[in-house]
């Protein structure tokens, strides 16, 4: 069996980059999906998703050059992993994790260093 999952959110964190005792990079960053809608009375609702992103290899050293806290990305990846844990309060959370496989960059990132925007929209293949 084969499932393939497509996420478009905000990134909410700048990727970060690590290597693996064995030396493979991997980087990750979180991503926030929004869906708005009006309840049966009218009333605006709101739910944001959060999910943690791992790449690996050469495309985690593009990603964490490129991707920073704000932009809009499309990630693909194969599985989608519940983690659960307990909170700093005591209470049931869980993480959304997705190992992608190809990340695309929908929006422009700022250049801090002169406020310029960098347009990169491409995708960067696994």
């Known amino acids: ?30 991503l926030a999906t929004n ?22 290899n050469k495309q985690a050293e593009t990603v964490s050059q490129y991707v920073t ?15 659960v844990f307990t909170g700093k309060d005591g209470t049931a959370r869980a993480n959304l994790e997705i190992k992608a496989q190809n990340v695309r960059f929908l929006s422009g990132r700022t250049d801090h260093t002169d406020n310029a925007s960098v347009e990169t929209s491409a995708e960067v293949p696994f």
């Not at 704000?70 to 983690?83: F, H, Q, R, T, Y």
């Open 69 to 83: 806290k704000g932009m809009k990305v499309l990630v693909e990846g194969e599985d989608i992993e519940a983690k």
């Open 35 to 56: 869906k708005k809608w009006k309840s049966a009375d009218g009333t605006p609702q709101e739910k944001t998703t959060w999910y943690r992103v791992s790449v690996w």
């Open 1 to 30: 069996m084969y499932s393939k999952h497509i996420i478009v959110g905000n990134v909410g964190s700048d990727a970060e980059l690590r290597y693996t005792p064995s030396g493979a990079a991997v980087a990750s960053f979180s």
